[in-house]
């Protein structure tokens, strides 16, 4: 039933017909981390994006950190990422710490407008839960770009110690997203935007 409803749910894009220099940027989108390792889906979209700047040689990485999962968590974050990235020789660039997924888009805007790039063509990389969201967000964010998605297994969004307390059962998860969907379509950008999730901290 719930393979039936991803299927129907996800929002990915075929890359295979995408000319290589398309494509300027690359952005795995932010899971947070654990105090002594990244949280799963964080790995996993980075690690693809990695791969995919091999397909995709002129674009850039952008990514930024969590910053409300524990003290710190965006530091700690940022290492892990950074040691990931400079191991494979990847070129990237760090946006500022993150609360959750518009912040996000709007940091990476930020560090990217700052740095004089206006990319033309971006690949967002995250769950096929969160894909509807992602695209919903890049397009409004990024309205002057093309917006592709490619997806990660909804599987490797549930962690059962992660820090997130909807991102530890599947049936939660599901529902955070439908939701957020729908704050997407109907509510003020201005007020989703200042939304948290809730930890298991908080």
């Known amino acids: 039933m719930l393979s039936l409803f991803i299927r129907f749910w996800k929002a990915e894009d075929s890359l295979h017909s995408i000319k290589s220099e398309d494509i300027e940027l690359i952005v795995p989108i932010c899971y947070g981390t654990k105090p002594d390792e990244l949280i799963c889906a964080t790995r996993v979209n980075l690690e693809k994006a990695i791969k995919l700047q ?17 003290k710190g968590s965006e530091l700690i974050e940022e290492k892990f990422k950074r040691n ?16 959750n997924s518009m912040d996000e888009a709007e940091m990476v805007q930020a560090v990217l407008q700052r740095s004089g790039i206006c990319p033309q063509g971006i690949i967002i990389v995250t769950g096929e839960l969160h894909s509807r969201s992602a695209r919903l967000i890049y397009k409004r964010v990024f309205k002057g770009s093309e917006i592709f998605i490619t997806c990660n297994s909804y599987k490797l969004e549930i962690q059962e110690d992660h820090l997130v307390k909807s991102q530890r059962a599947m049936w939660r998860w599901v529902i955070s997203n ?6 997407l379509r109907l509510l003020p ?3 989703i935007r200042k939304m948290k999730h809730k930890t298991v901290n908080h």
């Open 54 to 70: 091999g397909i995709f040689p002129k674009a850039l990485i952008a990514l930024s950190s969590c910053s409300y999962l524990f």
């Open 84 to 99: 990931i990235l400079r191991e494979a020789q990847a070129r990237f660039i760090f946006a500022e710490p993150l609360i």
């Open 178 to 183: 439908i939701l957020r969907e729908l704050a």
């Open 189 to 191: 950008w201005e007020v």
